[in-house]
Every structure is written in structure tokens, then in C-alpha cells.
Nanobody, 127 residues
Framework: QVQLVESGGGLVQAGGSLRLSCAAS????????VGWFRQAPGKERGFVAA????????YYADSVKGRFTISRDNAKNTVYLQMNSLKPEDTAVYYC????????????????????WGQGTQVTVSS
């Protein structure tokens, strides 16, 4: 069992940057693939970025490719989402997620692939 807590959300102007953090506790974060998802009001939770256990494989939604970067520090049991060139359409509650894996290179992009979720952090981008 692992518990996830996101932080780093807030209000930023369009074109600005934020870095979200997701701290894991309960078990070592090693052998967990991780991902970030977001949910805007009235919309379903959607995929943003994914990262393998090894950190060697990443995958991004087309809407954030080139602007967002997912990374992890296994020694700190923390996952990050660096968000640059933010747009008003990036406004949403952002969630981190994790699941156990047996392959160091595996990553996942669907909500039902993940067993563990954080409570979410609000990101608001003003125009």
C-alpha cells in the first residue's frame, strides 16, 4: 500500500510555470510506475504524463508535449510534473497515480491501470 500526496498547485498567469510534487509514503516507491492525470470541471479525468519505474521511459498527452516534464526521485519517494508555458486550458485538478510493475520500462496511460491515487491539487491558469 502506498499513499500519495500532491502539492505545488496554485494560480498562475498564462505563459507561466508551476512544478507539482507527489510525495509517496507507506512503502518504498521503487517498482512503481507513476502518472499524472487532470480533471477539469464537467470533464472526465484525463491522462497527462506517465513515467516508468526506471525513469527511462516517459509518455505525454499531445496537449502537453513539449511543455510538461515528468520526473521522479526514488531516493525521495517523490514524483514531479514541471509545467511550462501554461495555458488557460491547463486549468484542472491534477492527480498523481501509481501502480506496481514487474518491468522497469513499463508505463501506463489509462486511469484504470493505476491502483493508488492522490487527493489532487488545483492548478488555475488565468488569461
Amino acid at each position: 500500500q502506498v499513499q500519495l500526496v500532491e502539492s505545488g498547485g496554485g494560480l498562475v498567469q498564462a505563459g507561466g510555470s508551476l512544478r507539482l510534487s507527489c510525495a509517496a509514503s507507506g512503502r518504498t516507491f521503487i517498482s512503481y510506475a507513476v502518472g499524472w492525470f487532470r480533471q477539469a470541471p464537467g470533464k472526465e479525468r484525463g491522462f497527462v504524463a506517465a513515467l516508468s519505474w526506471s525513469g527511462g521511459n516517459t509518455y505525454y498527452a499531445d496537449s502537453v508535449k513539449g511543455r510538461f516534464t515528468i520526473s521522479r526521485d526514488n531516493a525521495k519517494n517523490t514524483v514531479y510534473l514541471q509545467m511550462n508555458s501554461l495555458k488557460p486550458e491547463d486549468t484542472a485538478v491534477y492527480y498523481c497515480a501509481a501502480r506496481t510493475v514487474y518491468s522497469a520500462s513499463a508505463y501506463y496511460t489509462r486511469t484504470y491501470d493505476y491502483a493508488y491515487w492522490g487527493q489532487g491539487t488545483q492548478v488555475t491558469v488565468s488569461s
